[in-house]
């Protein structure tokens, strides 16, 4: 489906009710306007280096995300580090006037703009309780930039898709009540980018303990990873964020 305007997509979005279907139509808005590929990332729980590729994706080639996985790319991404703090887009090429780069995160950008993922633009998404997530989208080798209208186009788009893949994975209120507090004391932990072994050694318990409590934490959001089960927490108010802590 092509979409003539903003308006359009944002009815079409309002009456999908599954995540998927939400970044495929985004996609349907994004391309015919130039947008070659999208990592969308929920803002400082997938922004580290992890490897993650991100919550929902199109446009990446496999090699791409085998290279940025298992090539430590992660860590030397200074767009994923830049966004998270970032009040406005900005492109990719034009990191370096924002951060001071290493020599990693320098070769890093030079593989990118020289990938046919091209330049790009990076962005955060706003959300309640402060649910914010990240948005970086590519141009392949489009000769030109988009100009500042296009580019807030692009912006009320994907704000647009993210409010209502929050709205579409909110649980049940009566959900919370579910949740015990060794529960909700492990999500956090898997909240701040701890791992089974870090999170078992502070606990105290053992790692099959906290996989086992994991599983059932995932089993009780709905979800299918650590990423996913923090953003959840978040959205349903079992985890909030004070200052740079998620509590």
């Known amino acids: 489906m092509m979409y003539d305007s903003l308006s359009a997509f944002m009815q079409r979005c309002a009456a999908l009710t599954q995540a998927d279907d939400i970044w495929r139509e985004t996609r349907n808005f994004l391309e015919p306007r130039g947008v070659t590929s999208l990592i969308y990332y929920g803002d400082g729980l997938s922004a580290g280096t992890s490897g993650a590729i991100g919550l929902h994706h199109f446009g990446l080639s496999k090699a791409w995300i085998r290279q940025y996985q298992r090539g430590g790319f992660a860590a030397h991404d200074p767009v994923r580090k830049v966004v ?5 887009p900005f492109f990719w ?5 924002l951060k001071k780069l290493t020599r990693g995160e320098e070769a890093y950008l030079e593989l990118l703009l020289e990938s046919d993922l091209g330049d790009g633009l990076a962005m955060r998404v706003h959300g309640p309780s402060m649910v914010n997530a990240v948005v970086c989208m590519g141009f392949g080798k489009r000769p030109d930039r988009p100009g500042e209208a296009e580019t807030f186009e692009f912006q009320c788009a994907v704000q647009i898709a993210h409010m209502r893949h929050l ?3 909110a649980g049940p209120k009566n959900d919370l009540i579910s949740m015990s507090p060794r529960e909700i004391e492990i ?9 089974t072994p870090v999170i078992a050694e502070i606990l105290g318990i053992s790692r099959h303990t906290v996989d086992t409590l994991m599983r059932r934490i ?3 959001l709905s979800v299918h990873d650590r990423t ?6 978040l959205q349903m108010g079992l985890l909030e964020v004070r200052g740079e802590e998620i509590m």
Do not use: Y
């Open 84 to 88: 998270a703090q970032s009040t406005m």
């Open 93 to 97: 090429s034009e990191v370096g006037c």
């Open 167 to 169: 709205m579409v994975n």
């Open 187 to 195: 999500l956090r932990w898997i909240a701040r980018g701890k791992s």
């Open 218 to 220: 995932f089993e009780k």
């Open 228 to 233: 996913a089960a923090a953003v959840k927490g």
